[in-house]
């Protein structure tokens, strides 16, 4: 059975820090893409960053320079370290693992959590 577990999300004032995890269970961790999507109310989905198993790394725009993401592949953790916080960084964010094999794609997603910006 597979999980994405998430954790570090909440309360944050403006040009403030958090750090996110999401620990994977149930799959070979190496092999897949991690990535943070991330939703607010009345929006789509949108990635905010991705990491492929050898450490190569993918931004939206809006993200680029504030935050990191990174993975420890012996913990089958993935990380979104988010500097410089801004209100509309607020949504619910969620962890993805992805792996394609041929024509097929395999998604995995945690169940989200909660990132609030505001003073």
């Known amino acids: 059975q597979v999980q994405l577990v998430e954790s570090g999300g909440g309360l944050v004032q403006p040009g403030g820090s958090l750090i996110l995890s999401c620990a994977a269970s149930g799959i070979i961790f190496s092999w897949y893409t991690m990535s943070w999507y991330r939703q607010a109310p009345g929006k789509q989905r949108d990635l905010v960053a991705s990491i492929t198993g050898g450490g190569s790394t993918n931004y939206a725009d809006s993200v680029k320079g504030r935050f990191t993401i990174s993975r420890d592949n012996a913990k089958g953790t993935v990380y979104l370290q988010m500097n410089s916080l801004k209100p509309e960084d607020t949504a619910v964010y969620y962890c993805?693992?992805?792996?394609?094999?041929?024509?097929?794609?395999?998604?995995?997603w945690g169940q989200g959590t909660q990132v609030t910006v505001s003073s």
């Open positions: 993805n693992a992805n792996r394609k094999a041929g024509t097929s794609s395999l998604d995995y």
